[in-house]
């Protein structure tokens, strides 16, 4: 569904990401961690063209993202071409990134008109369904102003997946929130993962939860995967050196 091969980013002089290979199965969960400043998050970033590759190829479903082929070469895409491939593709960001001028349901519905072209009505009940999957049906008049932000979390999520994306992109979504918060965005993106056909990637310091949801767990560092695999053998057994650390650090923690 989503490969990047030999992917790389850098900002000046620093690496973030050095020649990447990472490839993500249809409807796989995969979760990515690792230290601050291992390249995580510019994973999805890239994904969702909110930052340029500097080296190597994304493809999802097959198709360049940032590339388009003419005559047999990959140059680089036009805005119609990234477009299209990008509507496959939806992210619930750390900072909730609501229209704070918006209610809920406004949210919900923006996106699909002026982007979709969908006419109001069927907007207003692509959200609304929405907005029942995530609990929040009896808040859809408020406005972010109004709600936790564990609410509103779970409108940017109900927000993503009214565009209906094939692939969702989860970033480091919990780590705004009050501890009590978090199991109620975490149970909503259990449920996505269990009744829709998502490919899921998701940057998280969760480790219990990643352990729980995800099919592959990732361990980023130094723009590297140095460590990846199911997530029993990998909290079970990890084999790298780095990847014990890191672990041994952030169970420690919590």
Not at 87 to 97: D, L, P, R, T, Y
Not at 242 to 250: D, S
Request: overall charge neutral.
């Amino acid at each position: 569904m989503v490969r990047f091969d030999k992917v790389s980013k850098r900002y000046g002089p620093l690496t973030v990401l050095d020649s990447l290979e990472l490839d993500i199965a249809r409807n796989e969960k995969v979760a990515i961690i690792g230290p601050s400043g291992s390249g995580k998050t510019t994973v999805l970033r890239m994904l969702m063209t909110l930052e340029a590759i500097d080296d190597g190829v994304i493809w999802v479903e097959g198709e360049p993202l940032t590339h388009m082929e003419r005559n047999g070469k990959l140059i680089p895409a036009d805005r119609a071409h990234i477009r299209k491939i990008r509507a496959k593709i939806g992210m619930v960001f750390q900072s909730f990134n609501l229209f704070p001028h918006m209610t809920a349901m406004a949210n919900c519905i923006e996106a699909p008109i002026t982007v979709l072209g969908m006419n109001r009505k069927e907007a207003e009940e692509r959200a609304a369904g929405l907005l029942e999957m995530v609990g929040l049906s009896q808040k859809k008049e408020h406005y972010p102003a109004q709600l936790s932000g564990g609410q509103q979390q779970r409108v940017a999520i109900a927000r993503a997946l009214a565009m209906r994306p094939k692939i969702m992109l989860f970033d480091e979504v919990t780590s705004a929130l009050d501890p009590e918060l978090v199991g109620e965005v975490l149970q909503v993106i259990r449920r996505l993962g269990s009744e829709h056909d998502l490919t899921m990637l998701m940057v998280t310091h969760q480790m219990g939860f990643a352990k729980e949801f995800a099919d592959r767990v990732c361990f980023f560092y130094q723009g590297k995967i140095c460590e990846q695999g199911p997530p029993k053998a990998f909290f079970g057994n990890p084999q790298n050196e780095r990847t014990k650390q890191f672990l041994h650090a952030v169970l420690e923690a919590g």
